[in-house]
């Protein structure tokens, strides 16, 4: 059972069961709504999630899609869309307590990737921050 929330901790939710997959979306309406360069999201069966505490805001982000995030903090957590996916939840795998549990195993929506995001990996790394002068 993997267990997750928001930053503030005003939701919390439990999922059970294994994972369908765990992609990193680097599309337009996810970037967007994020306001990072990609978002990670493992694809569940909607039953295999509970919600322990509180009540998500649900913003419609294309004509199906609905984002459920904190009202209180902003955090986004789940993703519906009845057309494209019926019976499925998207979860912000970012959201999990420990998001290393899952690893992600694909990048899709490649065609709208951020230029600089296709080599990112590549960049300087620190463990904090640059050496300062
Ligand atoms: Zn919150
Ligand atoms: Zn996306």
Redesign the pocket.
Same mark, same amino acid.
């Given at each position: 059972m993997i267990e997750g929330g928001c930053h503030c901790g005003s939701i919390r939710y439990q999922v059970v069961g294994e994972a369908i997959t765990h992609a990193l *979306?680097? *599309?337009t309406? *996810?970037r967007r709504h994020a306001g990072a360069p990609m978002?990670g999201?493992t694809m569940y069966p909607d039953s295999a999630v509970k919600i322990q505490k509180g009540i998500p805001k649900v913003y419609k982000s294309s004509e199906h899609g609905r984002r459920h995030f904190c009202g209180d903090c902003g955090t986004g957590i789940f993703y519906f869309n009845e057309q494209m996916l019926p019976g499925i939840v998207d979860i912000q795998s970012a959201t999990y307590d420990d998001p290393n549990v899952i690893p992600a195993r694909s990048h899709?929506?490649v065609a709208e990737r951020i230029d600089w995001m296709k080599t990112a990996h590549s960049l300087p790394q620190f463990d904090r921050y640059p050496p300062q002068k």
């Open positions: *979306c680097h *599309c309406d *996810c978002v999201w899709i929506q």
